[in-house]
T-cell receptor, first 115, second 113 residues
C-alpha cells in the first residue's frame, strides 16, 4: 500500500481482556517497529523486527505484551490481561532496511482505551 | 540511557514570525538526530535528520536545524512560519547503530493567521 496501515484505529476494551493490534507496513520495507504514545508524551519504543524475527524487544513493558511478524510483512501486537495503564496510542512504523534506523514511516496509530 | 528534552510545551506565533524550537539530548556516544512532525489528524512524518557532516541541515517546507555538539542541542528553526505549520513537533535521537529512537515529549506549535 501507499503507507503504513494500522487496524483498528480505535479499540475500547475492558480491563482484563485480550487485544490484538495489526500493522501492515509499506511494501518492501523489511524493518518494522512498534512504539507506544501515552497522553502528553512522545512515542516510546516497544519492539523492532528485521524480517520475521524480533531483533530487539527490550521496550516491551512486561510479559503481557507480545508481538509477531510470521511472514516478514504484517505484524500483530498482542496484549493480554489489559490494564488501564495500557491505554495509549500504539504506533507502527517501517523502514526500508536496517541502515535507515531513524527514517521511519509511521502509521496513524491504534488508539487503545482500557476501561 | 539516552533522553531528549524539548523546552517548550506549546508555542503560539503569528504568521511570518520566526520559529525556534529547542531540543537537548543526553547520550554518551555518536548520535543521529531527527525532527518529526505530526499535523492535525495525520501520522508522524520525518521533517529532517542529521547523521554526520554539515551540522546545519535543511528539511522540507523551509525548516532547518543546527547540531551543536558542545551543547548537545539540535534546535529547529524556520525564518517565517505559515498557518499550515500548525502541528506538533518531536525531536528524536538514536545512538549510531541503534534501532531505538528516543523521542522528546513534543512541542505544539499554533500559528495564528
Amino acid at each position: 500500500g501507499a503507507g503504513v496501515s494500522q487496524t483498528p484505529s480505535n479499540k475500547v476494551t475492558e480491563k482484563g481482556k485480550y487485544v490484538e493490534l495489526r500493522c501492515d507496513p509499506i511494501s518492501g520495507h523489511t524493518a518494522l517497529y512498534w512504539y507506544r504514545q501515552s497522553l502528553g508524551q512522545g512515542p516510546e519504543f516497544l519492539i523492532y523486527f528485521q524480517g520475521t524475527g524480533a531483533a530487539d524487544d527490550s521496550g516491551l513493558p512486561n510479559d503481557r505484551f507480545f508481538a509477531v511478524r510470521p511472514e516478514g510483512s504484517v505484524s500483530t501486537l498482542k496484549i493480554q490481561r489489559t490494564e488501564r495503564g495500557d491505554s495509549a496510542v500504539y504506533l507502527c512504523a517501517s523502514s526500508r532496511d536496517i541502515s535507515n534506523t531513524g527514517e521511519l514511516f509511521f502509521g496513524e496509530g491504534s488508539r487503545l482505551t482500557v476501561l | 540511557a539516552q533522553s531528549v528534552s524539548q523546552h517548550n510545551h506549546h508555542v503560539i506565533l503569528s504568521e511570518a514570525a520566526s520559529l525556534e524550537l529547542g531540543c537537548n539530548y543526553s547520550y554518551g556516544g555518536t548520535v543521529n538526530l531527527f525532527w518529526y512532525v505530526q499535523y492535525p489528524g495525520q501520522h508522524l512524518q520525518l521533517l529532517l535528520k542529521y547523521f554526520s557532516g554539515d551540522p546545519l541541515v535543511k528539511g522540507i517546507k523551509g525548516f532547518e536545524a543546527e547540531f551543536i555538539k558542545s551543547k548537545f542541542s539540535f534546535n529547529l528553526r524556520k525564518p517565517s512560519v505559515q498557518w499550515s505549520d500548525t502541528a506538533e513537533y518531536f525531536c528524536a535521537v538514536n545512538g549510531a547503530g541503534s534501532y531505538q529512537l528516543t523521542f522528546g515529549k513534543g512541542t505544539k506549535l499554533s500559528v495564528i493567521p
